[in-house]
Nanobody
Framework: QVALVESGGGLVQAGGSLRLSCAASGHTFVNYAMGWFRQGPGKEREFVSAIAWSASWSDDRTYYADSVKGRFTISRDNAKNTIFLQMDSLKPEDTAVYYC??????????????????WGQGTQVTVSS
């Protein structure tokens, strides 16, 4: 059973930065994908970013929603089974609960949150104007 534990949320002013972390356990993550989704007040959960890796690839593959491209950066520490989301130039519309997700088919599913097996508990990000 995969367990995901997020950290790093908080309150920040517009234009500021935050770094989210998600530590995974309970599985051997050899060919896998993990990512971040968010759910704002009264909104549906939406894809933010993902990172996928495989033993047959030389580099990880990263994916971003258009709304965060150029401002957010996803990365991972393979040794610690942890992914990170560096969020810069934050805007009030980035305010949401951010959820870590893990599924080997996350990219194949087209980042459809309804098909993802494993979720973290969520961490609140609030950006004040």
């Amino acid at each position: 059973q995969v367990a995901l534990v997020e950290s790093g949320g908080g309150l920040v002013q517009a234009g500021g930065s935050l770094r989210l972390s998600c530590a995974a356990s309970g599985h051997t993550f050899v060919n896998y994908a993990m990512g971040w989704f968010r759910q704002g007040p009264g909104k549906e959960r939406e894809f933010v970013s993902a990172i996928a890796w495989s033993a047959s690839w030389s580099d990880d593959r990263t994916y971003y929603a258009d709304s965060v491209k150029g401002r957010f950066t996803i990365s991972r520490d393979n040794a610690k089974n942890t992914i990170f989301l560096q969020m810069d130039s934050l805007k009030p519309e980035d305010t949401a609960v951010y959820y870590c997700a893990a599924d080997p088919n996350l990219v194949l599913y087209g980042f459809d949150y309804g098909q993802i097996d494993y979720w973290g508990q969520g961490t609140q990000v609030t950006v004040s104007s």
